[in-house]
């Protein structure tokens, strides 16, 4: 692709962006059901973004190959000065982390199917953080976590301060979640502990599985069959718990 093409597709991705992120928050705007049907369409927008607008790097659905390694520079695409030279896959998940914490967000509202829809998404953008999140199996708790990204001026995004301070935000999620009294949120929760133990060639990272244990074993006898078939699935490929000593 040109230049001026490369402009172009980063400055669609990241006015999509922008418009998610700034729907999302449109409750603010005190409007009632306005809201929640603007954050609603912006949800299902949320798929789309991270499959089509911004797949994985190695190739879309038209099979285009991304280039990981091409930074933006300048603002001459459009991009915003905090994001310029973060490469494709930094950008890409800086993204999901910022939109991460309005649908978590969103998951508090009292329309129901908004908080359904919302529910659902939480676990794709779990995905986008593959091998970027968690220090690995074995690692000290008290050592400080290594991760991977751009670091720049204090104008720019911090791509390992925001993988920290979404460990932190997804562990929140998740223990939010497993313990409300909506099965909906508790199945939501598995779903995303199933996403991190099955991104990472090392499995569930240790921290989680020693912190959700308890709360995953508790729900193995549950009434929803949903709930109980996934948190028995993750207590024996994730957590080490024996079918037998399920039963």
């Known amino acids: 692709a040109s230049k001026t093409e490369d402009c172009d ?14 729907g999302l928050q449109w409750r603010d705007h005190g409007c009632g059901p306005l809201d929640a049907e603007i954050q609603l369409r912006c949800i299902q927008l949320l798929h789309l973004f991270f499959k ?4 994985p ?4 659905k038209s099979g285009d ?4 390694t091409t930074s933006v520079m300048s603002n001459s695409s459009g991009i915003a000065g905090s994001f310029v030279g973060l490469t494709y896959e930094d950008r890409r998940f800086v993204y999901m982390v910022h939109l991460w914490k309005h649908v978590a967000e969103v998951v508090h509202t009292p329309w129901k199917n908004l908080r359904s829809v919302a ?5 794709e953008l779990a995905a986008v953080s593959k091998g970027r999140c968690f220090p690995a199996s074995g690692s000290s708790a008290d050592e400080e976590p290594q991760h991977t990204g751009s670091t720049h001026s204090t104008n720019s995004i911090n791509v390992s301060s925001d993988a920290i301070e979404f460990e932190k935000t997804v562990v929140d999620t998740i223990v939010s979640l497993i313990h409300d009294s909506d099965w909906e949120c508790r199945l939501a929760a598995l779903k995303i502990v199933k996403v991190l133990g099955t991104t990472s060639a090392l499995g ?6 020693t912190r959700l244990k308890p ?4 729900i193995c006898s549950e009434w ?4 109980t078939t996934l948190a028995r699935e993750i207590c024996t490929q994730h957590l080490g718990v024996a079918t037998a000593d399920l039963d």
């Open 204 to 209: 569930l990272p240790q921290m989680l599985a």
């Open 119 to 123: 529910l659902r998404i939480l676990s």
């Open 224 to 227: 929803n069959v949903e709930v």
């Open 57 to 60: 790097s190695g190739g879309d």
């Open 52 to 55: 089509n607008v911004m797949p």
């Open 9 to 22: 597709r980063i400055a669609l991705s990241h006015n999509m962006f922008e418009f998610l992120r700034a």
């Open 65 to 68: 190959c991304i280039d990981d």
């Open 215 to 218: 709360a995953i074993l508790a």
